[in-house]
């Protein structure tokens, strides 16, 4: 879990920059999330858990927090 939450979550937030594609990817950045979550309780490798956990957050945040910015100044 800790190993697949930290491959999702750096390819999540890499390809996550790109403004249209990244949108595919959220599936990513939500199984990254889940599976740090899990990772962390199954007391695996806890920093590549964290690392996944945090960086599909960071993406997750970003996404959305763009579009709130973009709203917000219309």
Do not use: C, D, E, H
Not at 1 to 6: K, P
Not at 19 to 34: D, H, N, Q, T, V
Not at 42 to 58: A, D, E, H, R, W
Request: aromatic content about 16%; cysteine-free; charged content about 5%.
């Amino acid at each position: 879990m800790a190993v697949t939450s930290l491959v999702l979550g750096i390819v999540g937030f890499v390809i996550g920059i790109i403004p249209i594609i990244g949108w595919f990817f959220m599936p990513a950045w939500i199984l990254a999330i889940i599976f740090g979550a899990v990772g962390i309780r199954q007391n695996q490798s806890k920093g590549m858990s964290y690392t996944g956990l945090i960086l599909g957050i960071v993406t997750f945040v970003y996404k959305f927090g763009f579009w709130l910015l973009v709203a917000a100044g219309a």
